[in-house]
């Protein structure tokens, strides 16, 4: 990302796809951790799969996993982050790929028993030791899940962000650009955590409050894209000195990250509700198949006092 607008302006201007496409940022700091982080996982993996004899790509979490690193790091060395600086609607792709698509894949993914096994056998046991029903670290997990917790910080940082002053701290400033996307991430997987609720602490939240739940954030999003879309003028004035990419001026690129926002951000939301209502459905049906298959015990006649059976009457099936 460029230190500062200025430093944009001396950008050749973007005019086709191939000029999007073809701009990364490669020694971002953030994106190496993800690729680190995502090679350790996979170590991880590896050890944990042949230990259980299986093949590491049997399991759905697998690909959601390594599609969920993808993600990340598209994101962060790819041109949503080498144009942050430049096209505002590039910026909002960049967050919405952040909190919305890498961190509930890396929770679909429950990567905590192959970062486990990543480690040495030592470090292993010490680490599953604080991961006891009783212990510290566990409990504060649990405290910071609750939804009373994360459904405020998730729409806090996302209001917080886009206060006129703090967003432009981070176009100017790597180190706050770097914490925005920070904070987004741990936010969003805080957030997405009691939908989806992985290893170690599963989710309390039945199927019908995980609706609700998701439903609670939706208005606020768009409340906040809504005005980004509808204001007649320029919100981040550092975008007024950037490059015209795609002949799009400050105006026009604001109205369109407020649109992206606004539809494709609700439309992930409502991928997200679409998910939770089949899987219910699903769940609801095998229980009622496994209920229907569970053998029925029939109560025969009463004996009567002196030992014998009572006659059945006329009709009755035993």
Request: hydrophobic fraction near 50%; glycine fraction near 6%.
């Amino acid at each position: 990302m460029p230190d500062s607008p200025s430093a944009a302006s001396d950008v050749e201007v973007a005019r086709s796809f191939g000029d999007l496409v073809s701009r990364w940022e490669l020694g971002d700091p953030f994106s190496i951790l993800v690729l680190i982080a995502g090679a350790v996982y996979m170590f991880g993996l590896m050890r944990l799969s042949a230990r259980a004899n299986a093949s590491p790509l049997e399991s759905k979490r697998v690909y959601a996993g390594v599609a969920g690193f993808a993600a990340l790091y598209i994101a962060l060395a790819g041109p949503f982050d080498a144009f942050a600086a430049e096209a505002f609607w590039l910026h909002m792709i960049q967050h919405l790929v952040i909190s919305m698509i890498g961190a509930p894949l890396l929770l679909l993914a429950s990567p905590m028993p192959a970062y486990l096994w990543a480690m040495p056998e030592t470090v292993r046991l010490g680490a599953g030791e604080l991961f006891r029903e009783d212990a510290p670290v566990k409990r504060l997990l649990r405290w910071l899940i609750d939804p009373r917790i994360t459904v405020p910080l998730f729409i806090g940082t996302l209001y917080a962000w886009h206060a006129p002053w703090l967003f432009s701290a981070a176009l100017s400033n790597d180190s706050v650009h770097y914490l925005q996307h920070l904070t987004f991430f741990v936010s969003a997987a805080l957030f997405w955590w009691p939908i989806i609720g992985p290893a170690p602490v599963r989710s309390k939240l039945s199927y019908p409050q995980r609706l609700v739940y998701l439903l609670l954030v939706v208005t606020p999003t768009a409340v906040l894209a809504s005005i980004i879309t509808m204001s007649r003028s320029v919100i981040y004035e550092e975008y007024l000195s950037t490059p015209m990419h795609w002949n799009m001026t400050a105006l026009e690129d604001q109205t369109m990250a407020g649109l992206i926002l606004w539809i494709p951000g609700n439309a992930l939301y409502l991928a997200g509700l679409t998910a939770i209502f089949f899987t219910w459905a699903s769940k609801e049906s095998k229980e009622a198949v496994t209920a229907s298959r569970k053998p029925v015990r029939r109560r025969g006649p009463k004996p009567q006092r002196g030992g014998t059976l009572q006659k059945p009457p006329d009709g009755d099936l035993n």
